[in-house]
């Protein structure tokens, strides 16, 4: 008997497992690529059980080389798969496809070629080795439009999924996987360079999860659960390398890679994963809106709105509970819950069924937490009463005040507004709160703006009243003048019910603080685990969810900007810091138009002066003017913290000791202005044998004072002053921005004055700010990035009407000219018989002498963009090539031997990788300051490509190019930069020899480089 009990039993037991197991939810992963450590974390959430643990079994089905992986998931023959960023081009198109977690944050893709391509232009006519699907991917396809190259023009061989063999396959270069073939190349001391897609513009993600919408809504605990496992297994895989080897080494290997490789492959991941700066499996919407702007403006698909659909956002609740929370709930099955008969679009009834925008909160809570809410109806008071006799257990739609502190327990906020005044139209607008001394301000009773008043403002007379729509309805009839009242409110009211009469006046600033301007819920005494449940409720929401709410119930963004200027979000230090501030004192230059001034009657005015009212509106923010009468004192007044930002301030080191900067928000380029007589300058350095003059204490104005110290610039106060000494012929030339001299020749008629150049460098100007309280500096930031292109354009075209075409159209040209001479012979004609038409014929001439003008400087821009390095702003290679061929006919010509030199920086990709390429970019830049600074006037610097720099050195010989490049080599080993520390460069140098041709001279000093390379860099080789 007893063994047939224990027979029994353990059938059952078996039978238990095998059902268990059936019931596995089975998961083909399709994979976007052959078996290798690119899916180690996929493999070690099958191998340690992560998956096994929800319930999913899971199946990897390895890229065949033809796949579309799309297709494979709409169609449901597999359920996940892992792809590029081409799944955002894919969504864009119109495919319903769901992001669902990334992990790596860059793309590995690239291109390996043979050592002699150094560029993408290189390529033009070459053999590359690359899946159709690749080449045409808007990664390659950025990379080279950056290099106005066509696929068309490339040689495109089949893959052959292997590693690629230059001379064996017969090809120039192929497709890569950085953390893979690299390995095979240098294991061989094979030499070959790469071309990364990351350099010349937007990084995009790679080894992304993704599913149709179709299997995700029907089973998003299971997605979640996916997910949770698969991170789980990414971080195992990531700790303990050498095991995740030896799995793939037994199970996944199909590629027959040796252990050594794939623990390469492993380590390089490492740099694209990204682990320590990025949570496993993030998503960061902001680079996915970054990477669908690039599809967009590439041509792949068209604009799509509303790009929070394209991402998985579980609806499960994610709330965990503690024992007491679960007795809580146990205990208390109903929540008695406050319904205001009328105060829309907040919390209403009709019929006696409750509506709003908190009464769909709360059922969103209520569905999340498991808690059932009954609601009361009632009008304020009754409902106030009711929950202080604790006949109600939960009030909601409440600002916090020191007095409902007393009564109960505020949640966290979950909804702010902004506060006005509110005022019938035929009325001025109230300027301050004493303005309200001695009139009749209509409140709400018991509402926050009832206490405020009361004790602050004694003087003000208040009419008591039971809701908001008493409120509007007391200012609309005369009744009282004003009310004190949120935006939304109004809006939705005034539809509603029709007060035409009333108007939003300006905002009540001191109001305007978190506490009051911010709806909590408040619960009682004795419930404060209701107050837990409800708090932990509102973190667990997601954007998604609240958006959809607000949208519903106060329209979406655009359709509040008439009533709500606010549109920047700030966190709770924030707001308490601007309450607490109150005033924001500002100092501006006096006298630098069209970007600011203070005029006669003592306002600021330009486009500074209208941006920065956008920003204030937007911000609610007092912005108090400081008056100066010179930038210089500008300047001391803010060292001296007798103001709090500048308008706009151009970003130095210097000032770096006592200011903080935000994003530039207004750039304008430098030129040279001189007498229309004059030629075009081509570069300053052409002219500094004359007076040039410049506005003193501006920052640009040091900058050329440090860069040219030996040439006498004349300083003046003002733009203004500087082109009346050029009139008068006192001056050669004026540099300022083009924006400031536009303006100043067209307000005061310096006519006998053009633009005749060019500079380099812009004003890049941002907002400054007293780097004693960095908390201004956020919010300002915030302020900044607020403001849209038309906000900028608006106030560009108030205080400057000169237009600059992009580019030069000269059949538009001919249309334009060919009018013009028609309205001057005709002009000229009727001259004869009227005098009067004179002044015509000189306006016509007038308008085609600027049309020529302008025409000038967009020829002199478009020649000097065509050479110029996007990044650095040295020559680019197309420059470089042109210099070389000219040096090697003077040399023929004249046997005068010139010198090149081809440095490149040392281990410049560990940059990339561990501090990313935006960093890479400053260290590029930093670089070619340092050699801007060492070279000579006559040599031609550019960059060659990549982190490689070409110096072309007219009349030099071999010893003194020597001296030279070592002590470019020194200059460089001695300078730090930033947080990267310590960089060096290698350096490979020649001199034109007999029968040079272009490629000899760069091959030899290309060889010189890669001996250095090869005997432990920083070094200089001659050849």
Request: charged share 30%.
């Amino acid at each position: 008997m007893r063994l047939k009990s224990i027979l029994f039993l353990f059938v059952f037991i078996f039978s238990l497992n095998s059902y268990a197991t059936t019931q596995n939810q089975k998961i083909k992963l399709q994979l976007q690529w052959k078996h290798q450590f690119e899916f180690a974390g996929f493999y070690m959430a099958k191998e340690k059980g992560f998956y096994q643990k929800f319930g999913i079994d899971v199946e990897f089905v390895e890229f065949d080389g033809k796949t579309n992986i799309t297709d494979k998931i709409l169609n449901e023959e597999n359920q996940i798969g892992v792809w590029g960023s081409g799944i955002i081009n894919e969504w864009l198109n119109g495919k319903d496809v769901v992001f669902l977690a990334n992990y790596f944050k860059r793309s590995p893709l690239a291109l390996i070629t043979k050592p002699e391509i150094r560029t993408p232009e290189d390529l033009v006519g070459k053999r590359v080795m690359i899946p159709f699907f690749d080449v045409s991917s808007a990664s390659f396809q950025q990379m080279f439009k950056f290099f106005n190259i066509s696929k068309d023009s490339l040689n495109i061989v089949e893959p052959n999924f292997k590693i690629p063999d230059f001379e064996k396959d017969n090809i120039d270069a192929s497709s890569t996987f950085l953390p893979n073939e690299p390995y095979y190349f240098i294991k061989n001391g094979i030499p070959y360079n790469i071309l990364d897609p990351n350099n010349y513009g937007v990084e995009f993600y790679d080894v992304n999860l993704f599913s149709s919408r179709k299997f995700v809504e029907q089973n998003s605990v299971l997605i979640k659960d996916f997910i949770e496992a698969t991170n789980k297994g990414w971080d195992y895989a990531l700790k303990n390398v050498d095991e995740t080897v030896n799995v793939i080494l037994e199970k996944y290997n199909t590629q027959n890679k040796t252990k050594d490789a794939l623990i390469f492959e492993a380590n390089e991941s490492k740099k694209f994963i990204l682990q320590k700066n990025y949570p496993l499996g993030s998503i960061d919407i902001n680079k996915v809106k970054k990477i669908s702007e690039l599809y967009i403006e590439l041509g792949f698909a068209p604009k799509r709105d509303n790009l929070e659909d394209l991402l998985f956002i579980s609806n499960e609740s994610t709330i965990s509970l503690t024992n007491k929370e679960k007795a809580f709930l146990k205990d208390n099955p109903i929540i008695k819950v406050s319904n205001e008969i009328n105060f829309p679009p907040f919390d209403f009834s009709i019929g006696g069924e409750p509506y709003g925008f908190s009464i769909d909160l709360l059922n969103l809570l209520s569905k999340k937490i498991g808690l059932k809410f009954e609601y009361v109806n009632g009008n304020w008071v009754e409902l106030y009463n009711d929950f202080k006799d604790k006949k109600i257990d939960l009030l909601h739609t409440l600002s916090k005040t020191s007095q409902r502190e007393n009564d109960g327990f505020f949640s966290e906020p979950y909804l702010w507004y902004q506060t006005h005044f509110i005022i019938r139209k035929d009325n001025p607008d109230i300027q301050n709160i004493e303005d309200l001394n001695g009139k009749i301000l209509v409140v709400g009773k018991y509402w926050a703006s009832e206490e405020y008043i009361s004790k602050n403002y004694p003087k003000i007379k208040l009419l008591v009243v039971d809701s908001f729509e008493d409120m509007l309805e007391a200012v609309s009839k005369g009744e009282a003048y004003a009310l004190i009242g949120e935006n939304l409110i109004f809006k939705y009211l005034t539809k509603k019910r029709g007060f035409t009469n009333l108007k939003l006046s300006l905002p009540f600033d001191e109001f305007n603080s978190l506490e009051r301007t911010s709806y909590r819920f408040l619960v009682s005494k004795d419930k404060p685990i209701l107050n837990q449940l409800l708090n932990k409720g509102l973190k667990s929401l997601t954007f998604k969810e609240l958006n959809e709410l607000e949208e519903k119930w106060f329209g979406k963004e655009n359709d509040i900007k008439e009533f709500d200027n606010s549109s920047i979000k700030l966190n709770e230090e924030e707001v308490v810091y601007l309450s607490k501030k109150r005033l924001i004192k500002m100092c501006v230059d006096p006298n630098w138009m069209p970007l600011e001034r203070i005029n006669e009657n003592g306002l600021h005015e330009g486009i500074s002066a209208d941006l920065i009212k956008t920003m204030s509106h937007k911000l609610n923010l007092n912005i108090e003017l400081v008056k100066t009468s010179s930038w210089k004192q500008s300047l001391d007044f803010i060292k001296n913290k007798e103001c709090d930002i500048l308008s706009l301030a151009m970003k130095t080191k210097e000032r770096e000791e006592y200011l903080d900067f935000t994003t530039p928000y207004f750039s304008s380029p430098f030129v040279i202005a001189t007498l229309d007589k004059e030629l075009f300058v081509e570069n300053i350095e052409h002219i500094l044998d004359k007076k040039i003059a410049l506005v003193k204490d501006y920052a640009f104005t040091e900058f050329l004072k440090k860069k040219y110290p030996n040439t006498k610039f004349v300083e003046v106060n003002n733009v203004k002053e500087g082109l009346t000494l050029l009139s008068e012929k006192k001056v050669f030339a004026f540099v300022d921005t083009l924006v400031s001299i536009g303006y100043t020749i067209k307000e005061n008629s310096f006519y006998n004055i053009k633009v005749a150049g060019k500079l380099d460098e812009k004003w890049e100007l941002s907002i400054a700010t007293r780097n004693d309280e960095s908390i201004l500096n956020k919010i300002f930031e915030k302020a900044v990035n607020s403001l849209s292109d038309n906000d900028k354009q608006i106030a560009y075209n108030k205080w400057f009407s000169i237009k600059f075409e992009q580019s030069v159209d000269y059949s538009m040209l001919w249309k334009i000219l060919i009018p013009i001479f028609l309205l001057i012979f005709i002009s000229t004609y009727w001259n004869r018989k009227l005098y009067s038409e004179k002044e015509k014929t000189k306006k016509a001439l007038d308008s085609l002498k600027k049309l020529q003008d302008i025409l000038e400087i967009k020829n002199f821009e478009l020649q000097r963009i065509s050479n110029t390095d996007k990044l650095t702003t040295l020559y680019n290679r197309h420059k470089l090539d042109e210099v070389l061929k000219y040096e090697l006919s003077r040399f023929n010509r004249t046997n005068i031997s010139f010198g090149l030199i081809i440095l490149d920086i040392d281990f410049f990709k560990d940059v990339n990788d561990t501090f990313g390429h935006n960093i890479g970019d400053e260290v590029l830049v930093e670089i070619s300051s340092l050699l801007k600074k060492n070279v000579r006037s006559s040599d031609i610097l550019g960059r060659w490509g990549g982190e490689e720099f070409l110096i072309i050195a007219p009349d030099s010989k071999e010893k003194d190019l020597l001296l030279f490049a070592e002590k470019l080599r020194k200059e460089i080993e001695n300078y730090n930069f930033g947080i990267v520390g310590k960089k060096t460069c290698s350096f490979g140098v020649t001199i034109s020899k007999i029968n040079d041709t272009e490629t000899s001279i760069v091959n030899r000093a290309d060889k010189a480089l890669y001996i250095v390379k090869n005997s432990g860099r920083n070094k200089v080789q001659f050849l």
